[in-house]
């Protein structure tokens, strides 16, 4: 049973444009949400995220943004520039980003010169 | 400031045997948490120790054994391993009562033949 959904496995860019990267969760439980970025042969890189509390949380070019009733969230990147071409996973937890994390599959993101 | 590191980088074992992987959280962390992440997969959580004691567990079996020591430094030992087991296994610190995310370590890459 899949939990935290990233419904796209890839998404190409052109660079200076936004891109959007989507995931949907179906654990009400669920009340912190977080967004991860992975570069092959690293871990993952903690980037943004956002409490239930709240609809929205921008840091510089990143913004998330939270739909409770749809259980549906959506991580803004605008401008895009060739440095953000990653692997983006979505992931969730019932409390603070510090406990047992739910991730999401993946979104691949490319972005175009 | 320390980051998170795992050893061995990568890692070949035969099905049957036993491994022992490695971790040293970030320099305040107090807690450390293992997850597998399989090829095309999201990382799925094993378990968390926090103070030295096994703090959640993941849907896995007790061959998945994990340790943590008074420094935080944690090891993750998987018995009878089948070909399965093959994946990338993470490695997060973080600090329980606190209100930062987990960070995660490089991995480590695990074949299983």
């Known amino acids: 049973d899949q939990q935290v959904k990233q419904n796209s496995p890839s998404l190409s860019v052109q660079e200076g444009r936004i891109s959007i990267l989507n995931c949907d969760y179906t654990?009400?439980?669920?009340?912190?949400f977080l967004w991860y970025k992975k570069y092959p042969a690293e871990g993952p890189t903690f980037l943004i995220s956002i409490s239930s509390i709240k609809d929205k949380n921008e840091d510089g070019r990143f913004t998330v943004f939270l739909n409770k009733s749809a259980k549906h969230l959506s991580l803004h990147i605008v401008p895009s520039q060739p440095g953000d071409s990653a692997v983006y996973f979505c992931?969730?937890?019932?409390?603070?980003?510090?406990?047992?994390?739910?991730f999401g599959t993946g979104t691949r993101l490319t972005i175009i010169p | 400031e320390t980051g998170v590191t795992q050893s061995p980088t990568h890692l070949i074992k035969t099905r049957g045997q036993q491994v022992t992987l490695r971790c040293s959280s970030q320099s305040g962390h107090n807690t450390v948490s293992w997850y597998q992440q399989a090829l095309g997969q999201g990382p799925q959580f094993i378990f968390q120790y926090y103070r030295e004691e096994e703090n959640g567990r993941g849907n896995f079996p007790p061959r998945f054994s994990g340790l943590q020591f008074p420094n935080y430094s944690s090891e993750l030992n998987v018995n009878a391993l089948e070909l399965d087991d093959s994946a990338l296994y993470l490695c997060a610190s973080s600090l329980t009562g606190g209100t930062t995310e987990a960070f995660f370590g490089q991995g480590t890459r695990l074949t299983v033949v």
């Open positions: 654990n009400s439980m669920f009340d912190y």
């Open positions: 992931a969730a937890s019932g409390g603070f980003g510090n406990e047992k994390l739910t």
